[in-house]
């Protein structure tokens, strides 16, 4: 059996999961609402403070999407209860970006700025023009965003500029050696 799919998953008391009979899982809580629709080889069963996920056959396939959907529910869970978010930071000169309304405005170097519509169930905070965070309850959606963000203007390897995430390492080239 699966080690990660066959552990329980905890949730808080502010934290309601319920199974649907055509195998949806929809959990509530006080951030936000999500919902993951299970394979119909996998059954999940809520046991007071946890869910358990079990497998309805031996087959490959359904062995690997058993702790792909006990991941996807615990990130839910997580999602829910405390969020999800990342930081992308600005290099560059002259390069910053503002939240106006329901669009981001990104000045990345180029003739013209870079207008980004903001998905709903995500949440974007500018710091200083240069710091980004963004913030959701789906894990998946604000990894989505970071990188739709950062593929505007990726890090480059001689001087650095560019949109990179904040806790990210550039490796960077030598420039042109001076001749002789």
Do not use: C, W
């Amino acid at each position: 059996m699966s080690r990660i799919g066959r552990s329980p998953i905890f949730f808080e008391k502010g934290v309601q999961v319920t199974v649907s009979p055509d195998n949806v899982v929809t959990i509530k809580g006080g951030k936000s609402t999500q919902t993951i629709r299970l394979s119909a080889n996998i059954a999940a069963k809520v046991d007071g403070d946890h869910v358990v996920l079990t497998r309805k056959n031996e087959e490959n396939e359904t062995k690997s999407l058993h702790g792909m959907y006990r991941a996807l529910l615990s990130n839910a869970v997580k999602g829910v209860t405390k969020g999800f978010s990342k930081d992308l930071e600005l290099v560059g000169v002259g390069y910053r970006a503002a939240v106006k309304g329901k669009q981001l405005e990104l000045t990345l170097g180029f003739s013209h700025p870079i207008t980004y519509a903001i998905p709903e169930g995500v949440e974007i905070k500018v710091d200083k023009q240069i710091n980004i965070t963004i913030t959701g309850a789906s894990k998946q959606l604000v990894g989505q965003v970071a990188a739709e963000i950062r593929d505007f203007r990726p890090p480059e390897p001689y001087l650095g500029k560019g949109v990179k995430y904040a806790n990210e390492n550039i490796r960077r080239k030598a420039g042109k050696a001076a001749g002789k």
